[in-house]
């Protein structure tokens, strides 16, 4: 006895019916080599030849049902009296079946990208957003992609637009607003994990857009205001202080230069005079002023 029967009854004797039945099913996966004609019985043979000498029979008027043709980006899983043809997926090219015994089905290997629905989701800071991604996906395995899952392209929709709302609910709002890069690769991965076994490859996730409630954005944008208000007086007070420095060392360096003071006098009057030629200052000393004061 194989190893791989004996896993199973040990199974059963521990556990029950379900693991058994669970591991029957994958002794039995379409992957696995060549299960194919061999297990369709006498019956199974008997309908063959008979599907195929009607088709020999008929031959000028079946030949167009017995031809098909898939593209170059497709492949073909047939299924013969239920199951999957020796080879798996066939194509590109032409390939034949038999019309009353054998069915196929096409599944696109091209990249697919689907946009996820602006989704609602409740942030971990309790803030309420909209949020919506594009999703690129391509099949990589066309005979799992069939046999494994329903409907692959269904499935990997609604399995991201629940990975996202579920990932986004463990954020705070600042992390989804400055990581999203972060956030897709982690969405990728999830995705990648999941349905790799569906035949499924993930490529990429991108975060399109993150919408926030309007009180939310008017309350953002007065913070940000006041903020840019706080640094604009920080600034300005910084350079008080600095221009005030700047004047004490002038002054103590034109103290010992009297001649300094004249000249920036000078300095003065061009400056004025450009700009306002009709315009002459005469500074007077306050000394000066003082004394005519005590004279009267």
């Known amino acids: 006895m194989s190893i791989n029967k004996i896993k199973p009854e ?90 009353c015994t054998d069915s196929f089905r096409r599944v696109d290997l091209r990249t697919i990208s689907f946009a996820i629905p602006p989704q609602e989701v409740l942030t971990k800071d309790s803030v309420t957003i909209l949020v919506d991604a594009v999703v690129y996906y391509r099949i990589f395995n066309p005979t799992i992609a069939v046999t494994r899952v329903e409907n692959a392209d269904q499935a990997t929709r609604m399995l991201a637009q629940t990975t996202l709302r579920n990932m986004l609910g463990t954020k705070m709002l600042s992390e989804i607003l400055t990581d999203r890069e972060e956030m897709a690769e982690q969405m990728e991965r999830i995705l990648y994990e999941a ?61 010992d230069a009297p001649a300094a003071f004249q000249l920036r006098y000078l300095q003065t009057l061009t400056e004025v005079s450009a700009e306002k030629n009709s315009t002459i200052i005469f500074p007077i000393p306050v000394e000066l002023l003082s004394q005519f004061s005590k004279q009267h």
């Open 10 to 99: 040990m199974a059963l004797s521990r556990n029950g019916h379900a693991t058994f039945r669970l591991d029957e099913e994958k002794d039995r996966r379409p992957e696995d080599a060549d299960n194919t004609e061999s297990g369709i019985g006498y019956c199974g043979y008997l309908l063959v030849i008979c599907s195929f000498f009607l088709v020999l029979f008929t031959f000028p008027l079946t030949i167009w049902s017995c031809i098909k043709i898939v593209q170059e980006y497709e492949r073909a899983v047939i299924f013969r009296l239920g199951r999957i043809g020796k080879g798996g997926a066939k194509g590109p090219g032409i390939f034949w079946i038999l019309p």
């Open 195 to 255: 349905t790799k076994d569906w035949g499924v490859k993930v490529e990429r996730v991108e975060l399109k857009d993150v919408k926030l409630p309007l009180s939310l954005q008017r309350a953002m944008a007065a913070e940000a205001e006041a903020t840019r208000d706080a640094k604009a007086k920080v600034i300005a007070a910084e350079g008080e202080m600095k221009a005030s420095r700047a004047l004490k060392e002038a002054a103590v360096v034109m103290s």
